[in-house]
C-alpha cells in the first residue's frame, strides 16, 4: 500500500504540479486510511469495498474530526482510487457514489482594522526579529498572500523599485500582487538592517530567515502571530490566514471588485472570493445594529 500511495504522489507531483503542502495532505490522508484497512485486516487494496471506506470515515467522526476533515479525506481516497483504477491496480473503484459529508459554511475570523493596527504594531523595530516580524506582517497585510506563499519568498521576488510581490501559489501559478507604501518601508528597513544579521550564507535566498539564518518555516510564522496577537489582546481566533481574511474583507469593504481581490489572492474560481461579500454584509449589519437609533 505505501508503494501504492507514492506512486499516486509522484502522479500528482508530475502530472498535475500540485503544491508540496497538498500533496503531504493527501499523503498523510492516505496514509491514515491504508493503516485502517490493514487493521481491519486487510492486506490488499483489491479486496476493499466501500464499506471499508464508510467504516473509516466514521472512525474519523467518532475522533472527532471536523467535518471539513472527514469531506477532504473522503476526496483524498476517491482520487487515489481513481488513479489506482486507471493504472490498472485495482478492477473497480469502491469509492464510487459515496457522498461527502455536507460542509457548513463558516464566515471567515476577520480582524478591524483597529485591531490589525495593534498587531502590526507589536514588533520592536530596533531589533533585527523585530524588523522581520515588523516586515512579514506588514507585507501579508498589504498582499493577502497565504503563509506558505510568504515564507516561501527569496529576496528577488520582491521588487520594492516597482511596488510589487511575486508569488508560487497552488497549482505552481505564479501572480503579481501590489505592495503599499507602508509594507515598502518595513521590508526596506529589514532587508536593509536587519536581514544582514541573521544571515549566516552569504547566498541565502529566502527573504525572512530564522535565528540559525535558515527559512523561517510556516510553523515558525505561526509562533509569531500568535504571540503578536496575545501582546494585542486580540481575543479572537487567530490562524495563519488571518490577515489575509481581513486583507479581502477591508478591501472590499473600502470598494473594491471582487475579480480583482479574486486576482490578487490567487483563486482559482471566484465563488471562493465571495465568501467575503457575505463577511462584509455581515459586518454592516453588526455596523447598523450598533449605530442605529432603533436597530
Excluded at 467518532?62 to 472527514?70: D, E, L, N, V
Excluded at 507604501?181 to 541565502?204: D, H, M, W
Aim: proline share 3%; charged share 25%; glycine share 6%.
Amino acid at each position: 500500500m505505501e508503494n501504492l500511495i507514492t506512486q499516486f504522489i509522484h502522479y500528482l507531483t508530475v502530472e498535475r504540479g500540485l503544491a508540496a503542502n497538498t500533496l503531504e495532505s493527501y499523503r498523510r490522508d492516505l496514509v491514515s486510511y491504508c493503516g485502517y484497512v490493514k487493521k481491519e485486516g486487510i492486506a490488499n487494496l483489491k479486496s476493499t469495498n466501500r464499506m471499508q471506506i464508510i467504516g473509516y470515515l466514521l472512525n474519523l467522526q467518532q475522533k472527532g474530526r471536523a467535518t471539513a476533515t472527514i469531506s477532504r479525506n473522503l476526496a483524498s481516497i476517491r482520487a487515489f482510487y481513481q488513479f489506482l483504477l486507471r493504472e490498472k491496480f485495482i478492477d473497480n473503484d469502491p469509492s464510487v457514489n459515496l457522498e461527502s459529508p455536507k460542509i457548513e459554511k463558516r464566515l471567515p475570523h476577520v480582524l478591524s482594522i483597529d485591531e490589525v493596527e495593534s498587531l502590526l504594531n507589536g514588533p520592536q523595530i530596533q531589533t533585527p526579529a523585530g524588523q522581520r516580524d515588523k516586515a512579514m506582517l506588514e507585507l501579508l497585510y498589504a498582499t493577502g498572500i497565504r503563509v506558505s506563499e510568504l515564507v516561501n519568498l527569496n529576496v528577488t521576488d520582491i521588487n520594492l523599485g516597482m511596488g510589487f510581490v511575486k508569488c508560487m501559489g497552488k497549482g505552481s501559478k505564479e501572480r503579481i500582487i501590489p505592495i503599499g507604501r507602508v509594507a515598502i518601508e518595513n521590508v526596506t528597513a529589514y532587508i536593509e538592517r536587519g536581514r544582514p544579521f541573521l544571515k549566516k550564507k552569504s547566498q541565502e535566498e529566502a527573504m525572512f530567515l530564522n535565528h540559525h539564518g535558515r527559512r523561517l518555516s510556516r510553523q515558525g510564522f505561526w509562533k509569531i502571530i500568535k504571540k503578536y496577537a496575545s501582546l494585542a489582546r486580540i481575543e479572537k481566533e487567530i490562524t495563519p490566514h488571518t490577515l489575509r481574511h481581513s486583507f479581502a474583507t477591508h478591501l472590499l469593504e473600502n470598494g473594491a471588485d471582487l475579480r480583482s481581490v479574486q486576482e490578487m489572492l490567487g483563486h482559482a474560481d471566484i465563488s471562493t472570493t465571495q465568501i467575503y461579500t457575505h463577511v462584509t454584509k455581515s459586518r454592516l449589519k453588526e455596523v447598523y445594529a450598533k449605530a442605529h437609533p432603533r436597530a
